[in-house]
Nanobody, 122 residues
Framework: QVQLVESGGGLVQAGDSLRLSCAAS????????MGWFRQAPGKEREFVAA????????YYNRDLEARFTISRDNAKNTVYLQMNSLRPEDTALYYC???????????????WGQGTPVTVSS
């Protein structure tokens, strides 16, 4: 089935930028919408952004849209999350997910990566 591997997380200072990558593989990977979620300690999983592989449609968490951008490289089967002007409250484990359609709910996604940690210090 679909396999997802996130990378690009790390420890940064407030105001820095970071680009996360999600490499997708599988026999029908191009049929899936891709989403980014994050989860901080003690918090519920939060929707960040999503993109359709074929249609180019995107959805954003409105609280993050001004600073975060989701994009894709279909030739590489890779989805990116560009994060600018990072804040300490952005600290979380960031997950890549694949599902049948664009959706804001984590329950709609069938496949998940292991997550990549992002820590933003003051």
């Amino acid at each position: 089935q679909v396999q997802l591997v996130e990378s690009g997380g790390g420890l940064v200072q407030a105001g820095d930028s970071l680009r996360l990558s999600c490499a997708a593989s599988g026999p029908t990977v191009s049929s899936y919408a891709m989403g980014w979620f994050r989860q901080a300690p003690g918090k519920e999983r939060e929707f960040v952004a999503a993109v359709s592989w074929s249609g180019g449609s995107t959805y954003y968490n409105r609280d993050l849209e001004a600073r975060f951008t989701i994009s894709r490289d279909n030739a590489k089967n890779t989805v990116y999350l560009q994060m600018n002007s990072l804040r300490p409250e952005d600290t979380a484990l960031y997950y890549c997910a694949a599902g049948p359609y664009l959706d804001l709910s984590a329950q709609s996604y069938d496949y998940w990566g292991q997550g990549t940690p992002v820590t933003v210090s003051s």
